[in-house]
């Protein structure tokens, strides 16, 4: 669905380049999560994807077209719900009215189904919500669009803490089937049960680019006290249930819920280096 | 629900369906929540409920009635008591006899305990 091939950028007036020779592709029904330290371009991917920034050279196509080019086939599949936006003074229904237009597919039915599952009224006047109301509405817009692929950035930045599992239950109920969505995000723990894929940019690479799948059948993620530290540990660090453990997993051992905070650091100290 | 234990999650999944199975809150051959149901009840993604479900079929405790959704088969009550009288035997009885040796508690004292059980 998205081919990104030998992508390179670097903003004006900057000569450190974002990207230098970015490959990567996505494909339809998942969901992928994309983490990384502070300003390794995490958003900037989103937005080059989304053609709302070009690339310096390689390109970014959706279903084989160029998505810099802007093209109605191309914006009409892809949503992007920002970190931090402002919605005009309209009501939803407005809004809705101008907007839905350009979705093709776009669910009304899903688009109730989500505000409902957000416990939000099904009209509101964007000048009477908070940011994390405002963000619940923008983030059930995005689903009722049923676009290919929906790009969110933080989702869970700014939602109070019931709504981080309201997050997870809207997104694993109403995502349509043949939808992917991208979670650019620094909260591992409130997205990490959703993931298919797992994204960890660093330096202008993926450090790591595998399926939850492949990442459970190479990794085991277990607590072991100091005498169970044998040389399968790749990572270790210590916690109140023992040290917490990446290790080589054993190929008839059963496989274990992956610890993302723990592949995160790993990943990022250079520790997987089978990559 | 809380993935604090170790087990894969579409594992712990499954096992929570087959507590409920146990526990007879689905009986035999009645209707199960759908796939999406379920993962939007313990805040999943759908494909790892399919993963579930998939590994349930396969063990035959639950069947798919196309169209219709999946159900518990006839004898999975009793299978998976089979099951976990296993896991009881081979893996949780040897680690109980080890503490017991460990701690020197003889199973006259077990054997009291379980008599007086309220």
């Known amino acids: ?275 | 629900m809380n993935f604090s234990n170790n087990k894969a999650i579409y594992e712990q999944m499954a096992d929570r369906l087959c507590d409920e199975v146990i526990a007879e809150t689905y009986k035999a051959d009645d209707r199960i929540p759908s796939v999406r149901e379920y993962s939007v009840m313990l805040e999943v993604n759908t494909n790892t409920a399919v993963k579930a479900y998939e590994l349930l079929a396969r063990e035959k405790i639950i069947y798919n009635k196309r169209g219709l959704g999946y159900f518990v088969s006839p004898n999975a009550r009793k299978q998976i008591l089979a099951q976990r009288k296993k896991g009881f035997m081979n893996d949780m009885l040897p680690e109980l006899f080890r503490q017991m040796t460990l701690l020197e508690i003889d199973i006259k004292e077990v054997v009291e305990e379980w008599e007086n059980r309220s």
């Open chain 1, 1 to 275: 669905m998205i081919e990104i091939k030998n992508l390179e950028f670097n903003y004006p007036g900057n000569k450190k380049k974002v990207f230098q020779g970015l490959n990567l592709s996505l494909k339809e029904n998942r969901i992928y999560g994309l983490l990384g330290k502070n300003g390794m371009g995490k958003s900037t991917l989103l937005y080059l994807i989304a053609g709302l920034l070009q690339p310096k050279k390689g390109e970014v196509t959706v279903n084989g077209i160029e998505s810099k080019l802007r093209r109605p086939e191309v914006l009409s599949e892809i949503y992007v719900v920002p970190e931090e936006y402002n919605l005009p003074n309209l009501t939803l229904k407005q809004y809705k009215k101008i907007h839905q237009a350009f979705y093709p597919r776009f669910s009304e039915e899903i688009l109730n189904r989500c505000l409902t599952d957000f416990d939000m009224p099904l009209d509101a006047n964007f000048k009477h919500l908070s940011m994390g109301q405002k963000k619940k509405i923008y983030m059930s817009f995005a689903i009722a669009s049923c676009c290919q692929l929906l790009l969110m950035d933080e989702p869970t930045n700014g939602l109070d803490i019931p709504s981080k599992a309201l997050f997870r239950k809207v997104v694993a109920g109403n995502l349509p089937e043949d939808s992917s969505l991208i979670i650019s995000t620094h909260q591992v723990h409130d997205v990490e049960q959703l993931l298919d894929h797992v994204f960890i940019l660093q330096n202008s690479e993926m450090i790591v680019n595998a399926s939850v799948n492949e990442l459970a059948e190479q990794y085991e993620f277990s607590y072991r006290n100091a005498t169970e530290m044998d040389d399968s540990v790749i990572y270790a660090e210590p916690s109140l249930q023992g040290n917490a453990v990446i290790a080589h997993k054993k190929a008839n051992s059963p496989e274990t819920t992956i610890n993302l905070e723990l592949l995160f650091n790993a990943a990022t100290l250079g520790k997987l280096n089978n990559k």
